[in-house]
């Protein structure tokens, strides 16, 4: 299947550098006939100059040349121009490489008129995309990060916003969501986009500390007012003052606390342990749980007056897998992180990776993801991710799906990548193609209208071949 064109081709110069002048002329020839606007050079150093003196939108490429090679014009010619290269059949490694080290693709010579087709046609399409893209990228600007909060996803758009509409007021915010959602992430950038801002943001865990050190580590103590307490200590309610306290696992907190809680929430005061005093308090409580406080509620594990004033607003964070579009920028996003802190360069991802990360289900959300790219980063050792740095569970869980029916290409509508993309249509169309023939690759090929050749690289390529046995 040739994919429609989508750009006007008048608009697509394209530079054709191969030293056999019967090749150079006939691919001239093809691609004038097809529309483009063309220019040759015979050898590399040739087209590097004519690359330097016009501008192109592509240059088709021979791997072997008399000077300087395919390769080398490749890497000398850095983001100049999107490079097909030309291969002879069976130098499958070195096209490979080429890819990686950034050629748009490759193609096999003798050139066969329908892979070209295909090729260009395909090229059009990420070129459309590119333009789309780079359209979009200006619209967004900065949306989509709020306050170290990276995503993509519809939902994560509308808490932004609400969190927004927010912090003009002191009302309290319950965050709810499953452990690395970014509950804590959030409750941070509610008060980083508040008034209070230049005051302390104080969190505590309330399942991490010691039932009968909570009530003074929340409030505080009189010198005297149990045995341990040999001077007066401030709670962490009066380190908050003027600033946001952000109770973390609230659920946690035993009932005779709960009661305390609600009181200084009412009044706006607070009284130490052992001391009468009342002391005027002015701080804005955040919750967080991942326990599900109506039940609670209705088993009386946890007081329904407290429940209602610390959720005047609640905010759910959705797991991971829920809005799988968040992987991607999220990916990107530790990847810079962690190398940043490593001093190491950043690493690419590759497409196949990118699917593993996508397939996953992230039971434990952005935390384990970005546990994960740390991991990777440090285990692999060129300058992509590689799939064997990935944790054992994600490999497994990829296994178990590819051995079911049909292997499942994720499809992101929010997914800007273009090559991840394109990639993704390209081995959907193959997967339908061959489950139409029952696997045969001879019929699958026709169907798809490439070569027989083509698609067998496609297969190794994607790592399609081999042992999948709905592939064979
Ligand atoms: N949208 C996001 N953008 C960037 N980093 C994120 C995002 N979500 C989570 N993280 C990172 O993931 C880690 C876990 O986030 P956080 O501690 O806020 O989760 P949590 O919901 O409080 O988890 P838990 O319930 O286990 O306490 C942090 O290192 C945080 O920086
Ligand atoms: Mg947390």
Redesign the pocket.
């Known amino acids: 299947m040739i994919p429609a064109r989508s750009i006007d081709p008048l608009q697509l110069r394209i530079l054709v550098i191969d030293d056999d002048n019967e090749v150079r002329l006939s691919l001239q020839t093809v691609l004038e006939t097809l529309g483009y606007l063309t220019a040759t050079a015979a050898t590399g150093e040739e087209g590097l100059e004519t690359l330097a003196r016009d501008s192109y939108d592509l240059v088709i490429c021979d791997l072997r040349l008399p000077g300087i090679s395919g390769m080398e014009v490749l890497k000398q010619s850095g983001s100049a121009a999107p490079l097909i290269l030309m291969t002879a059949y069976g130098n499958q490694d070195i096209a490979t490489q080429a890819v990686h080290a950034g050629a748009f693709d490759y193609i096999s010579k003798p050139i066969n008129p329908d892979d070209l087709i295909f090729t260009l046609r395909k090229f059009e399409e990420f070129e459309r995309l590119k333009r789309e893209n780079t359209a979009l990228r200006a619209s967004l600007s900065d949306k989509y990060s709020f306050k ?4 993509q996803s519809e939902s ?1 758009k509308s808490i932004f916003e609400t969190v927004k509409r927010l912090s003009q007021f002191n009302t309290t915010v319950m ?1 709810t ?11 941070r950038a509610i008060h980083e986009s508040s008034a209070r801002r230049g005051k302390g943001f104080i969190a505590i ?1 309330c399942g991490a500390i010691p039932e009968q050190l909570m009530e003074s580590e929340l409030f505080g103590h009189r010198k005297g007012a149990f045995t341990d307490a040999s001077r007066d200590k401030k709670g962490l309610f009066e380190e908050a003052d003027g600033g946001t306290l952000f109770l ?2 609230v659920g946690e907190l035993p009932l005779h606390l709960q009661v305390k809680l609600l009181r200084a929430l009412q009044e706006h005061s607070i009284r130490r342990v052992g001391d009468e005093q009342m002391i005027p308090i002015d701080v804005r409580v955040v919750s ?1 749980t ?1 326990r599900n406080l109506e039940a609670d509620v209705e088993n009386g594990r946890f007081r329904e007056d407290l429940l209602y004033r610390l959720n005047v607003v609640s905010i759910h ?1 959705p797991p991971l897998r829920e809005r799988k579009e ?1 992987i991607p920028v ?1 990916v990107d ?2 990847i810079q992180k962690h190398s940043k802190r490593l001093g190491i360069p950043a690493k690419k991802v590759p497409v196949d990776v990118m699917q593993l990360l996508l397939e996953y289900e992230w039971r434990g ?3 384990e ?2 546990n994960c790219m740390e991991r990777a980063l440090v285990l692999s050792q060129s300058n992509e991710i590689e799939s064997e740095a990935l944790p054992e569970a994600v490999l497994r869980s990829h296994k178990r799906r590819i051995h079911g029916v049909v292997k499942t290409t994720v499809i992101d509508n929010d997914n800007l990548s273009i090559k991840q993309r394109a990639a993704a249509l390209e081995i959907d169309l193959i997967q339908r193609a061959l489950a139409k023939t029952g696997g045969n690759r001879t019929h699958a090929a026709k169907i798809l209208e490439i070569s027989h050749r083509a698609l067998l690289y496609k297969l190794k390529e994607y790592g399609l071949s081999g042992s999948d046995p709905d592939l064979k």
């Open positions: 170290n909060i990276i995503a994560f965050i969501g499953e452990s690395g959602t970014g509950k804590e992430l959030l409750a865990n973390d696992e967080a991942l964070l968040d999220l996003h530790f959300n952005a935390r993801l970005e």
